[in-house]
């Protein structure tokens, strides 16, 4: 039974490792469907985990904690709305540079602030958003496959984890079953349409975009007050990147996203477990080699082994009210 003990340990860590890519690629999936391209939820997912873990250090509330990580991303989601719905921008070029304003601001503040090397203060657990094992779950751990499945990879996960996975039906309810959706995802395709029914098109991509930074936020939260204990500088390492692949790699729906980010999950958690475990054949693996894996992944699916994958019909495109 080691092998089912290794499947559990690892799928458990590949579900905490793609949590903060699942938040962002909901986000992603939000704002794109509405036409917004967005390739700032790096940027926003990282102020949001400075916001998350400076509150949390000066309240000692993880709640608290993950208000201010939500807030922090909104007010940049509207930013980059502010840029590419009213003023009609380039939406790539407005993303691009609320990455570097964010990269910039966080290191900046965290060491004007703390003068910790731009790190903030070391939570304690109850500052944080700590995992909870289920009713049972020591018992049920010698149970063949079920009880690994219940007390390794279902048991034991902060609130935050539970909350990614629940997000998912929720978007694929909110778009395909709520005249909110309809709506959202008629903008991103014909927003002429939308806007000769009556519809606000402007308004409809602010929803969506601020949806997009509540999101982020999530996402952001997590890394510095959940998986980590303390806001690092960019110790979002390309999550955001990597998300918005997986969003292709889903083809701008929710449920393929999710296993899209799993995917990505499960192969980072294989590449740490293998950090320095000789490979019989071909000896040690170098770490870094490891570490690229996720992103040489990431390479590969955009290069085109995705298949055809077909974005909304308005995406990147700013709409003008025909008078």
Known sequence: MEWLDLFAQIFGSAIRVSVPLLFACL???YSER???????????????????????????????????AILASVFFALIHGFASITHRGNQIVSGVAINFIAAGLTAQLGETWFDIGGQTPQLPNDARFMGHAWPFA????????????YSQILSGQNILVYMAFLAVPITWWLLYRTRFGLRLRAVGENPAAVDTAGISVPAMRYAAVTCCGVLCGFGGAYLAIAQGASFIENMTAGKGFIALAALIFAKWRPIPAMWACLLFGVLEAVANRLQGVPITGIGEVPVQLMQAVPYILTVFLLAGFIGHAVAPKA?????????
Do not use: H, N
């Open 27 to 29: 986000a992603g999936l």
């Open 34 to 68: 509405a036409g917004v391209f967005d390739i700032g939820l790096e940027g926003k997912m990282l102020v949001g985990a400075f916001a998350a873990g400076t509150v949390a250090a000066l309240t000692g509330s993880a709640w608290a904690g993950l208000i201010a």
């Open 138 to 149: 020591a018992e049920l751990r010698g149970v063949p496959v079920i009880g690994q499945i």
């Open 315 to 323: 995406g990147g495109v700013p709409y003008v009210k025909e008078k």
